[in-house]
């Protein structure tokens, strides 16, 4: 099952370290988006991604947290000088289109540890 | 107005009832409106989806509920199994799925 696939599952960063978490979509997908979820809430949406080009990043923080999307390889979702509170699941999906009718498909997501 | 309102946060179900979720919108350009399951360590799977010009849809056990002039959803899962027991999300999105706002999630479990 080639589905959205997501590395690593689980990370351990300390205090100020980066994270960078790696997302390859289905195949034939060229749309990534990026959730975030947090202890026994909702997923949030971070950022919309389609390849070489951001087009919807107003749910990433302004600080510290970056996504790209190269013409070649996986999505990255980078995260600078991690901080206690940004731990939790970062869930990547990916779709073949955007508007209506498209369904998104999530990955198994990644859980980051801040210690 | 972006906010999408979910209830109840933990349900308990005896095998074979009927499991009753709801969610209420304020956004009325929201025109997809799916629910995921979720499992403990796994990524949210869709299960079910609807657009506002239709009342109901039903897949299987799962049948969602849409009364567009309220602005709430709800999804009823007939013939509850323990199987199903997992945390249920509600979302809305503007265009599709694009950007979804999400529920805070009901904890469902099945009993035996």
């Known amino acids: 099952n080639a589905g959205v696939m997501q590395n690593p599952r689980h990370l351990v960063r300390r205090r100020g370290q980066e994270a960078r978490l790696r997302c390859s979509p289905m195949?034939?997908?060229?749309?990534v988006y990026w959730y975030r979820q947090l202890p026994e809430e909702g997923l949030k949406f971070m950022v919309y991604?389609?390849?070489?080009?951001?087009?919807?990043e107003s749910g990433m923080p302004k600080e510290r947290f970056s996504a790209e999307f190269p013409k070649e390889g996986p999505s990255i979702l980078r995260i600078q000088q991690v901080v206690r509170g940004d731990s939790a699941a970062y869930f990547c999906?990916?779709?073949?289109?955007?508007?209506?009718?498209?369904?998104?498909?999530f990955g198994e997501g990644s859980w980051l540890t801040v210690v | 107005q972006q906010q999408v309102k979910q209830s109840p946060q933990s349900l308990i179900v005896q095998k074979g009832g009927i499991s009753i979720i709801n969610c209420a919108y304020e956004?009325?350009?929201?025109?997809?409106f799916p629910w995921y399951q979720q499992f403990p360590g796994k990524g949210p799977a869709l299960l079910i989806a609807?657009?506002?010009?239709?009342s109901e849809k039903k897949e299987g056990r799962f049948t969602i509920s849409f009364n567009k002039s309220a602005k709430q959803f709800s999804l009823h899962i007939m013939d509850s199994q323990p199987g199903d027991s997992a945390t249920y999300f509600c979302?809305?999105?503007?265009?599709?799925?694009?950007?979804?706002?999400f529920g805070q999630g009901t904890r469902l479990t099945i009993n035996p």
């Open positions: 999906a990916s779709s073949t289109r955007t508007g209506v009718g498209n369904t998104i498909y």
């Open positions: 195949k034939g997908h060229s749309h």
């Open positions: 991604l389609q390849k070489e080009n951001i087009i919807d």
């Open positions: 956004n009325t350009a929201f025109d997809y």
């Open positions: 609807i657009r506002p010009d239709v």
């Open positions: 979302a809305a999105g503007v265009q599709g799925a694009q950007k979804l706002v």
